[in-house]
């Protein structure tokens, strides 16, 4: 588990987040007002900003979810590394490091016994 975490982050920080600029810069690009007497390319525009501020969030929320996620299993690995993890890992262990890692406000000091 321990080299799944390390082999995820590093493909989210290598692989991902040097194309994560190009992609809001792109997504930030606010496309031109239509004119309003043509009403459906108004509506069309409308949508396509909406479109784009998700693409945007769900940008962001990839990354950070996969980091979160990663950083769960570095957590459930460290904790269970002399035991056979499939064996002894609770599922509220499991459940708990998902929960610690998406809290920024959570020490990183692992699952709390």
């Known amino acids: 588990m321990e080299e799944f975490a390390a082999t995820l982050a590093n493909e989210v920080a290598s692989g991902y987040a040097p194309h994560l600029d190009q992609v809001t810069t792109a997504m930030?690009?606010?496309?031109?007002?239509?004119?309003?007497a043509f009403p459906e390319l108004a509506g069309f525009l409308d949508r396509h900003h909406e479109v784009q501020?998700?693409?945007?969030?769900n940008?962001?929320?990839?990354r950070d979810g996969t980091h979160?996620?990663?950083?769960?299993?570095q957590?459930?690995?460290a904790e269970y590394a002399d035991t056979d993890a499939y064996a002894h890992a609770k599922v509220n262990?499991?459940?708990q490091a998902f929960t610690?890692?998406?809290n920024p406000?959570?020490?990183?000091?692992?699952?709390?016994s």
Not at 105 to 112: A, F, N, R
């Open 68 to 73: 979160h996620f990663a950083t769960a299993a």
């Open 53 to 57: 501020q998700q693409t945007f969030s």
């Open 28 to 36: 930030l690009t606010r496309v031109p007002k239509g004119n309003p």
């Open 59 to 62: 940008t962001f929320n990839f």
């Open 93 to 95: 262990d499991v459940t």
């Open 100 to 102: 610690d890692a998406s």
């Open 75 to 77: 957590t459930i690995s």
């Open 105 to 112: 406000l959570k020490s990183e000091g692992g699952v709390d």
